[in-house]
Every structure is written in C-alpha cells, then in structure tokens.
T-cell receptor
Framework: GQQLNQSPQSMFIQEGEDVSMNCTSS?????WLWYKQDPGEGPVLLIA?????ELTSNGRLTAQFGITRKDSFLNISASIPSDVGIYFC??????????FGAGTRLTVKP | GAVVSQHPSWVICKSGTSVKIECRSLDFQATTMFWYRQFPKQSLMLMAT?????????EQGVEKDKFLINHASLTLSTLTVTSAHPEDSSFYIC???????????FGPGTRLTVT
C-alpha cells in the first residue's frame, strides 16, 4: 500500500501564482523523484534527487530532498496553463523499490 | 534518451477474451520493468515487477494467473490480461529502469475497455 503522504490532493490556482506541494513518509528513502502526468498519458520524470538536502531546479520547477530523508517538496514558480496535470512524488528504497504518492492534481486558471 | 513505448495505446475487447499489452524500452536495456494500473483520478497502483529472464513479482491482491507478465528480453515486457471482464477496464502503464538508477521511465499507457 501507499507509504507516502502527498499533499495537497488538489490545487486550483491563478496563472502566474507559485505552487508548492510536498511528500512525507515514515520511512527513509534513498531517492526522491517527481513526475508529472498529463491526461491520458504516462508520467514524465521532472526531477530526481539523490542526496539529503539536495536542491535541484528544472526551469521553473525546484525540488528538495529533505534533510531527514523522509520528505521532499516541489515548487513551481509563475505557473502557466500547461502546468496543469497530476504531479506524483516517488520515494526509492535501496533495492530500487519505488513507492508513489497519491498525486497532486493542479488546475491553473488563465 | 530513456524512451519507453507501449502498444497498443488503446484497446476494446469483449468480456472473456484475452488482451496482450507490450512495453518496450527503445534506447536502453531495461533490467527491470514495472506494470501499473490506474483508475480515473487515482494514483498509480503497482501490479508487478519483472526482471529479465525471471518470474514477475506480483503485489498483494494481484492475480498472477489473470495478469500474465513475460519479460523475455532486456527491451520487451508483455502483460496479458486473461479472460478479461469489465472490471478490468483501466489505464495500464509500464515503466522501466536500467538497473543502475532508481529512475523509472514510463510508457504512454494503454487504455483497456472490456465490453
């Protein structure tokens, strides 16, 4: 079953606003990944984090691997309509086992 | 790089028939492939993990005799839904990694509708 708590479950924001979502777990992970899924498609990898404290950016996206290795957040700055979709976090264990969060559904109003 | 394809992208079948879905890694060798199921507006549910040349490991509650997985080569895994029923209608997504990385790369998904 799910071992990650991802929040918020959904967000409705105005174009241009910043977005923040996070994932927490009671387990320690070796890696955190963030994916985006557009409707009717498979998830696409956005950012991969491998070290506690690591902060990585990909364009307007920034993600951080929490110091405790039990959490991660994803920020999107200056949102645009094409940011709409479902964002999933995923935590990885030492044996390459991955667990996914329930997803954050983002709606951006023009 | 790291492109995964799925075929077909959508399929409609009659109840009682079997359907095979293919997952291919196009530009890397996938030592491990994963099969997920996703219901509308829900998260990804891992069904099984398969390593090339060995039997798949199924998640609890997933019937291995109903969802047959074959990972015969480093670039191809197949999922066969046997004796499909309407409740098997779902979005099936595969992913793959190259073994040295946690990063899973997903296929575009296959929408199965059983009538």
């Amino acid at each position: 079953g799910q071992q990650l708590n991802q929040s918020p479950q959904s967000m409705f924001i105005q174009e241009g606003e910043d977005v923040s979502m996070n994932c927490t777990s009671s387990s320690i992970f070796n890696t955190w990944l963030w994916y985006k899924q557009d409707p009717g498609e498979g998830p696409v990898l956005l950012i991969a984090l491998y070290k506690a404290g690591e902060l990585t950016s990909n364009g307007r996206l920034t993600a951080q691997f929490g110091i405790t290795r039990k959490d991660s957040f994803l920020n999107i700055s200056a949102s645009i309509p094409s940011d709409v979709g479902i964002y999933f976090c995923a935590g990885g264990f030492v044996n390459n086992d991955m667990r996914f969060g329930a997803g954050t559904r983002l709606t951006v109003k023009p | 790089g790291a492109v995964v394809s799925q075929h077909p992208s959508w399929v409609i079948c009659k109840s009682g028939t079997s359907v095979k879905i293919e997952c291919r890694s196009l530009d890397f060798q996938a030592t491990t492939m994963f099969w997920y199921r996703q219901f509308p507006k829900q998260s990804l549910m891992l069904m099984a993990t398969s390593n090339e040349g060995s039997k798949a490991t199924y998640e609890q509650g997933v019937e291995k005799d109903k969802f047959l997985i074959n990972h015969a080569s480093l670039t191809l895994s197949t999922l066969t839904v046997t004796s499909a029923h309407p409740e098997d209608s779902s979005f099936y997504i595969c992913s793959a990694n190259g073994g040295t990385s946690y990063e899973q790369y997903f296929g575009p998904g296959t929408r199965l509708t059983v009538t």
